[in-house]
Nanobody, 127 residues
Framework: QDQLEESGGGSVQAGGSLRLSCVDS????????LGWFRQIPGKEREGVAT???????KYADSVKGRFTISRDNAKHTLYLEMRDLKPEDTAVYYC?????????????????????WGQGTQVTVSS
């Protein structure tokens, strides 16, 4: 059964850094697009970054230059390195994997393709 589990969330002050990890038990980890998403209670889920099986990561404008997505296929692990964190980055962060090959972007119109989700990890940034 495909399961994704995030870790690494926590509380930091503005300007700080965190590294999120997501372990994926699915056999198809290395073949599909993976992504990080975040959600604030009462708001729509927002795509943060995506990374296909090859090529560079793609980022939401709000995190470009501060966040880096990467993957270790041997460890079935997806990472999100977050630097220069801001209070508006506070959210529950989810990792996800596409159910079948599709365009790999974090924008809302591409979220339909992500069929496997983790439970989320809380990130809180204080000013």
């Amino acid at each position: 059964q495909d399961q994704l589990e995030e870790s690494g969330g926590g509380s930091v002050q503005a300007g700080g850094s965190l590294r999120l990890s997501c372990v994926d038990s699915g056999y198809a980890f290395s073949s599909y697009c993976l992504g990080w998403f975040r959600q604030i209670p009462g708001k729509e889920r927002e795509g943060v970054a995506t990374l296909d099986h090859s090529g560079p990561g793609k980022y939401a404008d709000s995190v470009k230059g501060r966040f880096t997505i990467s993957r270790d296929n041997a460890k079935h692990t997806l990472y999100l390195e977050m630097r220069d964190l801001k209070p508006e980055d506070t959210a529950v962060y989810y990792c996800a994997r596409q159910r079948k090959p599709a365009a790999c972007y974090p924008q809302p119109e591409f979220q339909w393709s992500f069929g496997y989700w983790g439970q989320g990890t809380q990130v809180t940034v204080s000013s």
